[in-house]
């Protein structure tokens, strides 16, 4: 799509003070949404503890992993982030057009359609979850207890699927209308639901399992032999499913106070509707493309053995913790300001508001993936490493740990090019991305995983050189939407970040070979050591290059002390 070019100042006039001053009232809410995602992601990883200490990384914890990605595709095509991308434009030009009262029935309109699509989707995926598992998962034919519980899983976690869009759609109407204390807390809910009522549904499974591995936690006793893990990873499964309903029911009082009303109504022929529908169709199709990714992905790490599948999800999740943290809240709270400049036309407000959420992203997610290479071992021993989680188990999980970090900026900065293109009406761009990322992740996983035997880690490259890819041409394409420089990356900017970074890596590397800890007090210490001082010297050389991105985060993530601190600095 060609954009209509205002008068554009030179690249030079595009000060860094302009752009902070255009988005400061994002920067406020960034911090809001970052606290409430770090919530969110503290009890995610709370979650994935509960599952190593339990399973640790055996074929049940493979089977609940494949299972939960079955009915997940539905989060992926219609929710994180979807929804809003083909949903936010229309519904900000009608609430700014047409008033509230048209916009809250577009709403309705576009829920009842989408249940209307989706409620037959999830009875045809219960009725053909063996097929998919077969599809997806291969490898897990070999053996047959572990394809049956991985389908008997998926089909009870369905219903999930359905959930999980229902909180979609509210968080979409939520982010509209800028409230974004709701739908942040909606994750942390789900894991609180997940966790507790997983662990409740676990006992009553089985709860001569569930005692054996809390009396080895706390007196050492022998594990082995002990019956009931299938039962108690059924019991997860269920807690999902009530993770599920607490995230909606956390979200409706707050989206009942912004004045939205339900009505039952489609509206199949109006204009406004087709064009939501338009704008989702491409959306939709490049969420495919990802799962097809995924399920590639897991096709592969499915012919690799019993604990593979494990070792890549411990792994992500500890990637998804400053994606989710810094990534997710700042392409939620840009988001609604980016779309306002498209929608008029503003390409010099558009292109700021972008530069500024990619300096953002790139100040705290560079250094983070720096800490996660360097300090992994420490940090999954730290986290995992107890009940059936070994020592073995936090070597390969370090190991993929490490391969993820590699593209972990271009992960997070994803999350903020991709919704910026649906935003200019550009719906194209992001669909031939995806699809050319399908054809990379098969060659990669090929080249690296069948060729060279890199095993799980080959997997973790894969996904990381895929994602690294798909963020260079993004942001190729948007320099030509724009005729606008990223601010963010002229210059050496860029090259001061990694500068700092840099010795934010030094620093972790050398703390973490001071001395070997034996105890796990002495973990958590040495790693407390390690993440304290390469922080504060990171912290320290962005004062001494002058990065302003730092300041900037400091303002958007720290709080008001934060913020005393960035004003003095």
């Known amino acids: 799509m060609s954009v209509e070019q205002p008068s554009v100042p030179s690249p030079s006039n595009v000060e860094t003070d302009t752009v902070h001053s255009h988005t400061s009232p994002s920067n406020r809410s960034t911090g809001l949404v970052g606290f409430a995602v770090l ?21 049940e914890y493979d089977a609940f992993v494949t299972a939960f990605r079955i009915p997940n595709l539905l989060r992926d095509l219609f929710a994180e982030g979807a929804l809003s991308a083909a949903f936010l434009t229309v519904f900000t030009e009608k609430l700014e057009t047409k008033g509230e009262p048209e916009a809250w029935l577009l709403a309705s309109r576009v829920l009842n359609l989408l249940l209307l699509l989706l409620l037959p989707t999830v009875f045809a995926g219960i009725v053909f979850s063996p097929q998919i598992v077969d599809t997806i998962a291969p490898g897990f034919g070999i053996t047959a207890e572990k394809r049956a519980l991985t389908i008997y899983l998926a089909q009870w976690m369905w219903p999930f699927g359905g959930l999980v869009f229902i909180a979609a759609w509210m968080m979409g109407l939520l982010t509209v209308k800028e409230r974004f204390l709701a739908p942040s807390f909606a994750s942390a809910i789900f894991n609180v639901g997940a966790v507790l009522g997983g662990l409740i549904c676990a006992f009553l499974a089985a709860p001569q ?48 106070h912004t004045g ?23 959306v939709v199709l490049g969420g495919a493309a990802t799962q097809i990714n995924v399920f590639v992905n897991s096709n592969f790490a499915s012919e690799l053995g019993d604990g593979r599948v494990g070792w890549l999800n411990y792994a992500f999740r500890l990637i998804q913790f400053p994606i989710g943290v810094f990534g997710v809240a700042i392409a939620t709270t840009s988001l609604p300001g980016i779309a306002r400049a498209a929608v008029r036309k503003e390409i010099v407000e558009f292109n700021q508001r972008v530069s500024h959420a990619l300096g953002l992203v790139f100040v705290l997610c560079i250094p983070s993936a720096c800490g996660l290479a360097i300090l992994g071992n420490l940090i999954v021993s730290v986290i995992y490493e107890h009940g059936k989680f070994t020592a073995g ?24 090019l991709a919704p910026a293109f649906y935003a200019l009406g550009d719906t194209r761009t992001p669909v031939w991305v995806s699809l050319i990322s399908i054809v990379l ?3 990669f996983n090929l080249v690296l995983v069948r060729k060279l035997q890199f095993g799980h880690t080959g997997l973790a490259l894969s996904t990381a050189g895929v994602i690294l890819a798909e963020f260079m041409v993004f942001l190729l394409i948007l320099r ?7 601010v963010c990356l002229q210059g050496r900017r860029l090259l001061k970040i990694l500068m700092a970074s840099a010795v934010l890596a030094v620093t972790a590397w050398a703390v973490s070979r001071m001395w070997v800890p034996v105890t796990s007090g002495g973990r958590m210490t040495q790693l407390g050591i390690a993440i304290t001082g390469s922080s504060l010297l990171f912290a320290v050389t962005c004062k001494v290059l002058g990065i302003d991105e730092f300041i900037w985060a400091l303002q958007a993530f720290g709080g008001n002390l934060a913020k005393r601190i960035g004003t003095v600095w």
């Open 393 to 416: 188990d936090t070597r390969e999980t370090a190991a993929a740990l490490a391969c993820y970090a590699i593209g972990l900026a271009g992960y997070a900065a994803i999350k903020v």
């Open 39 to 59: 919530t969110s992601r503290i009890l995610g990883l709370v979650r994935e503890q509960i599952c190593a200490v339990f399973f640790g990384a055996g074929f």
């Open 209 to 256: 399992y569930v005692t054996a591995v809390i009396r080895h936690l706390w007196w050492r006793t022998e594990l082995a032999g002990i019956p009931g893990a299938t039962q108690a990873v059924f019991g997860m499964a269920l807690g999902t499913l009530i993770g599920g309903v607490l995230q909606i029911l956390i979200q409706m009082p707050s989206l009942f």
């Open 260 to 282: 939205f009303r339900y009505v039952f109504s489609f509206g199949w022929n109006q204009p406004d509707v087709r064009r939501v529908f338009t704008l989702l169709i491409p």
């Open 480 to 486: 030509f939407h724009t005729h606008l420089p990223i």
């Open 441 to 443: 992740n098969y060659i």
